[in-house]
């Protein structure tokens, strides 16, 4: 053990340098010692971590650690391994940078201009510490310098694979080239239930295969092979915690609470969330109850059911609720806002119009979009930026596109009419073409109360947001293992009588919501007959309510 004294209060203590966390001890420097790094700068915070970890240089070769620091608004000063600063140095990550975290959540909420490349290093960050903490505490777990190092990497590489503005992508544009190909009777290529981890996994391949290409040996130089690096795609995509045997290849199954880190299958309690509901919040104004840095220390591993899992301190229960109903607020409160989701359904149906695979003969002055998820190389060139390359563009078959983006720049939205929550009884695998019928029949048998203005259910269309904690309609703490303080190598689910008994007993919902699309183009008398059109809209709305749902709007 090395201790490192400078001008703040105390001790800094490091851990053997082989597995010494540098972005954890990096932040935690910089938090601990502000003050300091205020009054000494950067140059005296480095001069910090080379006492503590060895020898530390900025773009020489003759080092033998060369760290980049990043100064992140959530995490402070964090530092990334040699390895994963080579990763962020190619263009298939810096690609990140033109990619919004929350897509169309930015044109609503001004503040949420972040990316996906900042998130990405806050989600290596995190990964970092999270292990380190594993690793401190319970050295039996044998963890390597290669797990730590592959952790770290996959927490980098996670994202990779978003397309243009986001959960857009995946969430709506690709369903909908699948329905359209379907429509049309063209060949259908599309992955049943393409996400964008599988994206993340040729992406992430692409990025080795360039390195290797620089130096064949830069995977070896840093202790690692071909089985780390499936392991590292293994921990992109999650492990599903219902498989019996243990099938993968990265790791054996005594390692399998490090498939936890990254993308948590079990419960959904990882990094990946931890630093965006930090990031988000913050971007967005919204209070982030939830406290990561507290349930970091209370981590630890324990066997429950024949596997090994990351569990916590039976004490902290209510801080592990208030992250599932963080998820649940920030969904109700920004990515499911009313304006956002219409938003981003104006967008995906742009791409749509805009996408050259949907037509026979795949027009050139059209764009590879759906077709471009075939290849890390095609994909490369799929970011936001798509946005201004359709607005700028003056092909002949991209003027749909164009009409809806031009819509969108001048807030010529929808008109939001209502939303109504469903009950149970009305909840339904079916639930979309159910209320599109029942809405339909409620249009057409609406008498209006102004005899100028005729509904037609066209214009009125009708969406279905869920909103849930995490688990759809399970309460997610019955999936989180606890430990005790009298025995913390032992593990359970928490009992009822442990809990708050103000936690809700539902933990999901349905909301339908029905907007006025617009017509183009409009005289001062087409405002006025819209809007005599919406406020009759809005009645028959709420005769529907009335009639099937409890309204809450």
Partial sequence: MSKVKGACHGPLVSSTPALHSLPCYCAYASRRCHSSVEKFGLKWLLEQIKQAVGPVHFGGKKSHLSVQIFNDPI???IALHPLLVK???TPQFQRLRHIKQLGGTYLVYPGASHNRFEHSLGVAYLAGCLVKILHDNQPELKITKQDFLCVQIAGLCHD??????????DGLVIPKAKTMKKIRGLYDDIPEKWKHEQMSVLMFDDIVKSLKTENENVLKEHGLDEKDVKFIEELIEGAKDSVAEWTYE???????????????KQNGIDVDKWDYFARDCHHL???????HQRLLKFARVCEVNGRNHIC??????????DMFRTRYTLHRQAYQHKICNIIEEMFAEALVLADRDLHEEKPEDMLKISEAIKTAEEYSKLTDEIFEQISSSTATNLQESRNILNKI????????VGEARLTEKNMSKKIQEILMKSWKAAVQKYKPTDPTVSLNAEELPVYVVDLDHGMKDKNPIESVYFYSKRNPNQASTIKDYQLSSFLPKKF?????????????DQTVEDKMEEKKKVEEAEKCFKKWCKDNFEPCV
């Fill in 75 to 77: 995490h402070g000063h």
């Fill in 160 to 169: 990779l694979g978003h397309g243009p503005f986001s959960h857009v992508f």
């Fill in 87 to 89: 990763i962020t140095d």
């Fill in 250 to 264: 990265g790791r054996a199954e005594d390692k399998s609470f490090l498939y936890e880190i990254v993308a948590n």
């Fill in 312 to 321: 916590f301190r039976d004490k902290e229960a209510d801080n592990v609720y």
């Fill in 285 to 291: 104004g919204i209070r982030n109850s939830f406290d």
């Fill in 508 to 520: 999901n919902e349905e909301l339908v919501r029905v907007y006025y699309r617009r017509t183009d």
């Fill in 409 to 416: 720049v001048r807030r010529q939205l929808p008109k939001f």
